[in-house]
Structure formats: structure tokens, C-alpha cells
T-cell receptor, first 113, second 104 residues
Framework: DGGITQSPKYLFRKEGQNVTLSCEQNLNHDAMYWYRQDPGQGLRLIYYSQIVNDFQKGDIAEGYSVSREKKESFPLTVTSAQKNPTAFYLC????????????FGQGTRLTVV | KNEVEQSPQNLTAQEGEFITINCSYSVGISALHWLQQHPGGGIVSLFMLSSGKKKHGRLIATINIQEKHSSLHITASHPRDSAVYICAVSCPRFGTGTRLQVFP
């Protein structure tokens, strides 16, 4: 069955370390997205990509980096420059042209200690 | 002002009650999604709408494109419906969610 796989579900890291969150989809979607959610708040867009080897910053891109070397994969790196990295991270994908038929991963809860 | 506004932010109901959650948006869209997020964070897509009305079991979603408004209705609510319900539009932008608690 087609879908999005995020891994791991829970992740713990020490402060100052970079960490990479995985997002893989087998839906043949061109567009992929990364969001961050803080307690009691809505989802905010970090980065998105509409085609391989191209990506755009969202509202809160500082302290994050992404790559899109393959259509199926859109990994997110939380760098040591991100001041408050502890959060819930959600990956999504859709067909290009308006977020139709969007699918969502199960999310990764990152805790930095 | 957020591009996507949801109301209410919190909702408490007794089992069996009819529930309505509203979503208003200020941007042009091609699709609107209603999502359900359970404790633990996992998100499930309930509906994708571009016009009219859709029904799935006890859930009904409607959209009025001219008024830029959508509603999610839950008939005969049940404690297992307790979750955060999120509206998302095709920018993509999300509402802040409505936290629903249904008590037996």
C-alpha cells in the first residue's frame, strides 16, 4: 500500500548535536513538506519541495536543512543552530498544484536534552 | 491574522451529542483537508474537499467556496472521537486545531 513513512517515532538527542529525520513516500508525489508543531500550537511550515533537487524555505526554516536527491525521500536535518529543537515534526506529500490528495506521516517527536 | 482560523479552540461534549467544528480561510484554495490528530501525535486525513459535502460514517464535512468556510460535523459523538481536529488548506496552511473531548 502507498503511504508516507517517518522514522523514528521518538528521538532523543543531546544539545548541540545535529539530527536527521527521515521521510519516505511511495505515492509518486512530486511535492513534500516538513512541519513543526509545538504544544498547544498549530503546524508551521519549515521547508517544502515540489521537484527533485529543489526546495523552498517555509515560515520557520532557520536552524533546519533539507535535501531532495530522490523523489521518494525528503530528509530534514535539525542543526545545532536551531534554538528550540524539541517539538513534533510532521512530513506530508501531495501532487503538485494545490495540495490535493495530501498524505501525512505519523510524525517524529524529537526531544533534545 | 492567520490565513486559516478554526473555532472553537476547545470543545467538550457528552456522548451522543452533535458536534460542529468550523474553519474559515482567507486565501484561494484548490482543496481543503480535515485531519484528526490523536494523543501521541499521529495524523489521519479524514476528508479532502474541493466543493459540496462528503460523508464518512458519523462524520460529515461541508465547504462553501464563495464564503471561504468549511464545517466538520460529528453525529452521535463517542469518547473515541476525542482528538484534535485540524483544518488544512492548499497553500499549504493549517489551522491551530480544535481539541475535542467527548465524555461518556
Amino acid at each position: 500500500d502507498g503511504g508516507i513513512t517517518q522514522s523514528p517515532k521518538y528521538l532523543f538527542r543531546k544539545e548541540g548535536q545535529n539530527v536527521t529525520l527521515s521521510c519516505e513516500q511511495n505515492l509518486n508525489h512530486d511535492a513534500m513538506y516538513w512541519y513543526r508543531q509545538d504544544p498547544g500550537q498549530g503546524l508551521r511550515l519549515i521547508y517544502y519541495s515540489q521537484i527533485v533537487n529543489d526546495f523552498q524555505k517555509g515560515d520557520i526554516a532557520e536552524g533546519y536543512s533539507v535535501s531532495r536527491e530522490k523523489k521518494e525521500s525528503f530528509p530534514l536535518t535539525v542543526t545545532s543552530a536551531q534554538k528550540n529543537p524539541t517539538a513534533f515534526y510532521l512530513c506530508a506529500s501531495s501532487r503538485v498544484g494545490g495540495f490535493t490528495e495530501a498524505f501525512f506521516g505519523q510524525g517524529t517527536r524529537l526531544t533534545v536534552v | 491574522k492567520n490565513e486559516v482560523e478554526q473555532s472553537p479552540q476547545n470543545l467538550t461534549a457528552q456522548e451522543g451529542e452533535f458536534i460542529t467544528i468550523n474553519c474559515s480561510y482567507s486565501v484561494g484554495i484548490s482543496a481543503l483537508h480535515w485531519l484528526q490528530q490523536h494523543p501521541g501525535g499521529g495524523i489521519v486525513s479524514l476528508f479532502m474537499l474541493s466543493s459540496g459535502k462528503k460523508k464518512h460514517g458519523r462524520l460529515i464535512a461541508t465547504i462553501n467556496i464563495q464564503e471561504k468556510h468549511s464545517s466538520l460535523h460529528i453525529t452521535a459523538s463517542h469518547p473515541r472521537d476525542s482528538a484534535v481536529y485540524i483544518c488544512a488548506v492548499s497553500c499549504p496552511r493549517f489551522g491551530t486545531g480544535t481539541r475535542l473531548q467527548v465524555f461518556p
